[in-house]
């Protein structure tokens, strides 16, 4: 059965470090591409950034590039969002989604998680 799962969010300060972790079963995963979506409250959910797992290619969303960083473990079946200097605006909950294409287009994924809840406040 296919399942993700996400861990590691919390309430940390602005300026701080945070890396969330998606754990991946039951997937072919040289055959999808994983990607990080975060929906903040009020707010349409939005590409955060998607790696390619054969080829380990990353594309990133415009609002946290140079700050985020995706990464995979192969013998984990894992995959990272290492989240440097995060900020207020970066509250959500984030959610990893597996796919076949690296899209930003949340509705070409088929695979979910739960979503982890991130949040950025002094």
């Known amino acids: 059965q296919e399942q993700l799962v996400e861990s590691g969010g919390g309430l940390v300060k602005p300026g701080e470090s945070l890396t969330l972790s998606c754990s991946v079963s039951?997937?072919?995963?040289?055959?999808?591409?994983i990607a990080w979506f975060r929906q903040p409250p009020g707010k349409e959910r939005e590409f955060v950034a998607v790696?390619?797992?054969?080829?380990?290619?990353?594309v990133y969303g415009q609002s946290v590039n140079d700050r985020f960083t995706i990464s995979r473990d192969n013998a984990k079946n894992t995959v990272y969002l290492q989240m440097n200097n995060l900020k207020p605006e970066d509250t959500a909950v984030y959610s990893c989604?597996?796919?076949?294409?690296?899209?930003?287009?949340?509705?070409?994924?088929?695979?979910w998680g739960q979503g982890t809840q991130v949040t950025v406040s002094s």
């Open positions: 039951g997937l072919i995963l040289e055959y999808y591409v």
């Open positions: 989604a597996a796919g076949p294409l690296m899209l930003r287009d949340s509705t070409r994924y088929k695979y």
């Open positions: 790696i390619n797992w054969g080829s380990g290619t990353t």
